[in-house]
């Protein structure tokens, strides 16, 4: 015995299979576009990007002041080891702001080069 299957052409099943053909469409054209632009323009460096040795310094700079006012592990860090660094050995901040800076610069493509 054959048995029919039908699928009723309700307003739902329609606006749904209009619904998948303009969303598939959309991302084709979208997907177009993308890579024509990408063509266009060469991508900047992530170094380009964050805007150069300034800003990363500035950045820098801020997250290093951060971390020693920070109590978890600034200068009232529960850990002797991080409360003796940001206690005794503060001086050396200045050169480890300098040193993330450069290692920040070259992990994103600048022109500097980080050697430990």
């Known amino acids: 015995m054959k048995t029919a299957v039908s699928t ?4 739902r099943n329609v606006v749904a299979g209009l619904a998948v053909a303009a969303a598939s469409t959309a991302l084709m054209a979208a997907e177009n576009a993308h890579a024509e632009a990408k063509q266009a323009t060469p991508e900047k ?8 040795v300034f ?3 500035a950045v820098v700079d801020h997250f290093s002041d951060a971390l020693v006012k920070n109590p978890i592990v600034g200068e009232k860090s529960k850990n002797p080891r991080l409360r003796k660094w940001h206690t005794k050995n503060l001086e050396r901040l200045p050169g480890l702001k300098f040193m993330r800076t450069v290692w920040v610069c070259h992990v994103s493509g600048g022109p500097f080069k980080f050697v430990a």
């Open 8 to 11: 009723p052409f309700t307003r």
């Open 45 to 52: 460096s992530l170094y380009e990007r964050l805007g150069g």
């Open 55 to 57: 800003a990363i310094a």
